[in-house]
T-cell receptor
Framework: EDKVVQSPLSLVVHEGDTVTLNCSYE??????LLWYKQEKKAPTFLFML????IEKKSGRLSSILDKKELSSILNITATQTGDSAIYLC???????????FGPGTSLSVIP | ETGVTQSPTHLIKTRGQQVTLRCSSQ?????VSWYQQALGQGPQFIFQ???????GRGNFPPRFSGLQFPNYSSELNVNALELDDSALYLC????????????FGPGTRLTVT
């Protein structure tokens, strides 16, 4: 059965800290891995990763995929209180008809 | 904010009743996916509609059904509601399948008592 696992499930850090969120997957017919940020209700898209070893960056956020280890990390540097959210990892299969989400990591950034 | 809208925002139903949730996709998008997100969990894929046809389904029973209309808006229908159906229901629209960015709506919070 397809599975996406995230760790840690929750995390509390101080402003300015750097955090690393982990995602691992066991999925047949993998196509790409996606990261989303969910603050109140609607998840918002952060990154899509298809090729192994290529880092995607957006400001203080970056992510990389390791297809050999079936995993990905999301890094956030110089965290701010506005980074407090649930970070969701999801895998898209080659059949294009299903997106499998992990349970999410709840990040709290305190001043 | 995305251009995806959902209605209603909140809903309270009694076990055994039926419910219809609605989603208007972002302009230009022809694919709508529905997800159920229970408290403290990630979204679970229910099904996807592409150009008015169901194009993939997750592990949900047949009492979860849907429709997509010619303007690509969509409905999720749930019959014989159970307490475990209480969740946030999210729809997401995209162009030609969930290849890239899915734009999520704000969700409908369903409570079944």
């Amino acid at each position: 059965e397809d599975k996406v696992v995230q760790s840690p499930l929750s995390l509390v850090v101080h402003e300015g800290d750097t955090v690393t969120l982990n995602c691992s997957y066991e999925v047949t017919n993998f196509r790409s891995l996606l990261w989303y940020k969910q603050e109140k209700k609607a998840p918002t898209f952060l990154f899509m990763l298809t090729s192994s070893g290529i880092e995607k960056k957006s400001g203080r956020l970056s992510s990389i995929l390791d297809k050999k280890e079936l995993s990905s990390i999301l890094n956030i540097t110089a965290t701010q209180t506005g980074d407090s959210a649930i970070y969701l990892c999801a895998v898209l299969k080659t059949s294009y008809d299903k997106v499998i989400f992990g349970p999410g990591t709840s990040l709290s950034v305190i001043p | 904010e995305t251009g995806v809208t959902q209605s209603p925002t909140h809903l309270i139903k009694t076990r055994g009743q039926q419910v219809t949730l609605r989603c208007s996709s972002q302009s230009g998008h022809n694919t709508v996916s529905w997800y159920q997100q229970a408290l403290g969990q990630g979204p679970q894929f229910i099904f996807q509609y592409y150009r008015e046809e169901e194009n993939g389904r997750g592990n949900f029973p047949p009492r979860f059904s849907g429709l997509q209309f010619p303007n690509y808006s969509s409905e999720l229908n749930v019959n014989a509601l159970e307490l475990d159906d209480s969740a946030l229901y999210l729809c997401a629209s995209s162009f030609d399948g969930p290849y890239y960015e899915q734009y999520f709506g704000p969700g409908t919070r369903l409570t079944v008592t």
